[in-house]
């Protein structure tokens, strides 16, 4: 059973081991989408390895090879790297390294507009491709899954006590990889993908090194990967995308701890209303329980106040 500070802590090794080597990691959102759109033949090899197509994809055309803005709230409304394979199959990756608040929708949210944007004016519905999401995370998202591939389509779900059936294999499919879930727990780690979680996530300067000798793709991707990050402006953009979305991070965490210091607040609230009442009913008077809680008379009055109102 993996635990989500296993998946964080592979993701924080492969994140260390590049900061210490001045490079930009290629679960970046930049040097992902740039990686990528410039070597459409690993883009074909990892789109292959995901979806696991009856017949592998023999070409992918590249709709969008802009480089994403340099914010991460702008990013949210742009998708990363968008595809049409040779069988009409239009495929979005989507690399997320950062919160992955209401990641569902916003998969949903994107199938839907690349499936809508692809029926020109006139055609059958009959004609409109199968839409692939992708979504690769740096560590983990499911929480209730150990595998950290998992693919959702549309199926059947009443009546409850029939098989569910999937509704028509030509709906859009959306794909979750888990990276930092699969390199947690080697037992369950995809081999098909094996060569590219050790590419995205290494553990080692030797595994890093060793996965370009073996194969020739990730010696270019390698070689790649060291030529942008020596791109000063590149660096710089990535860097301002890590930072604000290390500023949104803090924002959560501090707005959740502020949540839980009112619960507390209002818990303890609650607490000396209920005792003063039980006192009240045992024929104490105001001043007394007042004194005896250490709070004014008048903060008495509105608690109890407070109370016969609720």
């Not at 030797?206 to 996965?211: G, K, T």
């Not at 949104?248 to 607490?271: D, F, P, S, T």
Request: net charge negative; charged share 30%; glycine share 4%.
């Amino acid at each position: 059973m993996y635990s989500f500070s296993q998946a964080r802590h592979a993701a924080q090794i492969a994140r260390k081991f590049f900061d210490s080597r001045n490079l930009i990691r290629p679960t970046g959102d930049l040097l992902f989408k740039k990686l990528m759109t410039e070597s459409p033949d690993a883009l074909l090899d990892l789109i292959n390895r995901i979806v696991k197509p009856s017949t592998k994809f023999k070409k992918a055309i590249i709709q969008n090879s802009e480089l994403l803005p340099a914010t991460d709230i702008e990013k949210l409304s742009r998708l990363d790297v968008l595809v049409e394979c040779d069988d009409g199959s239009k495929v979005d990756v989507e690399m997320q390294c950062g919160p992955s608040e209401a990641l569902e929708q916003r998969a949903m949210f994107y199938a839907a507009r690349v499936y809508s944007s692809s029926l020109p004016k006139g055609d059958a519905y009959g004609s409109l491709p199968h839409v692939i999401v992708i979504f690769l995370l740096e560590d983990a998202y499911f929480p209730l899954y150990d595998g950290g591939h998992h693919e959702f389509q549309m199926c059947r779900t009443w009546p409850p006590d029939e098989p569910q059936v999937l509704l028509n294999n030509k709906l859009p499919s959306l794909h979750f990889v888990e990276l930092g879930k699969l390199r947690s727990s080697l037992a369950e780690e995809d081999p098909i993908l094996k060569k590219w979680l050790s590419f995205m996530l290494p553990t080692s300067k030797e595994e890093w090194e060793s996965i370009a000798r073996e194969d020739d793709m990730f010696s270019e991707l390698k070689k790649k990967v060291e030529e942008f990050s020596a791109d000063p402006d590149l660096s710089m953009q990535q860097r301002a995308l890590d930072e604000g979305r290390m500023g949104r991070q803090i924002e959560l965490g501090a707005a959740y701890q502020r949540g839980k210091e009112e619960g507390r607040e209002e818990g303890r609230a609650v607490e000396r209303r209920e005792t003063a009442r039980r006192l009240l009913a045992k024929g104490m008077n105001k001043t007394e329980i007042a004194e005896l809680q250490s709070i004014s008379l008048e903060e008495l009055e509105r608690l109890l106040q407070t109370e016969s109102l609720s």
